[in-house]
């Protein structure tokens, strides 16, 4: 879903471009799991928006969130484009629970982390707390941002894995963009 962007030549305002992402996409287990829906995003979604939208269309003006799986899509993204965004924030999400040390591994944490402390002025991971389904998940992936020296900030909050947690994490993320 995209917020705050206005048609092109229908306003007389620009808007800043804002990616915010539900629940994911899981791609059919007959293709091959990678980096799919970040290329998607890069190479279809954001120059879609470019061209079709009147949006402020640089690394400063665009940010990406995604909670649950769209959390996951959102480091997919951001972490193998970081000098496309400004703004991160992932929800009560983090790499797949899935062998973590692969997924850390394959976004080069180490050797990226100059680049991605440099690019984000904001990198959010939110949690609803510790009933969140993700929350052991979350606090485990974290291990790989400390090891890498990335800087990011960790918010948690009662709620657990729901929509009464993801709007109170919405009412914060949007006060603090651009």
């Not at 949006?55 to 000098?83: F, I, K």
């Amino acid at each position: 879903m995209t917020a705050k962007v206005s048609k092109k030549n229908s306003f007389s305002t620009l808007s800043y471009q804002v990616l915010w992402l539900g629940s994911g996409i899981r791609p059919p287990r007959t293709i091959p799991l990678g980096p799919l829906f970040a290329e998607d995003m890069i190479t279809g979604i954001i120059p879609y928006i470019k061209s079709n939208y009147r949006v402020v269309a640089d690394q400063d003006h665009r940010a990406m969130a995604g909670l649950s799986m769209g959390g996951m899509e959102t480091l997919e993204t951001t972490l193998r484009h970081p000098d496309m965004f400004r703004y991160v924030w992932v929800l009560s999400s983090s790499f797949s629970p899935v062998d973590q040390q692969k997924h850390a591994e394959s976004f080069k944490l180490k050797e990226n982390a100059g680049t991605i402390n440099r690019c984000f002025k904001q990198f959010v991971f939110t949690q609803g707390g510790p009933e969140d389904i993700a929350y052991q998940n979350c606090k485990a992936a974290l291990k790989y941002f400390d090891e890498a020296g990335i800087k990011y900030e960790f918010k948690e909050a009662p709620g657990g894995h729901t929509w009464y947690t993801w709007r109170a994490n919405l009412y914060d993320l949007a006060q603090k963009l651009f």
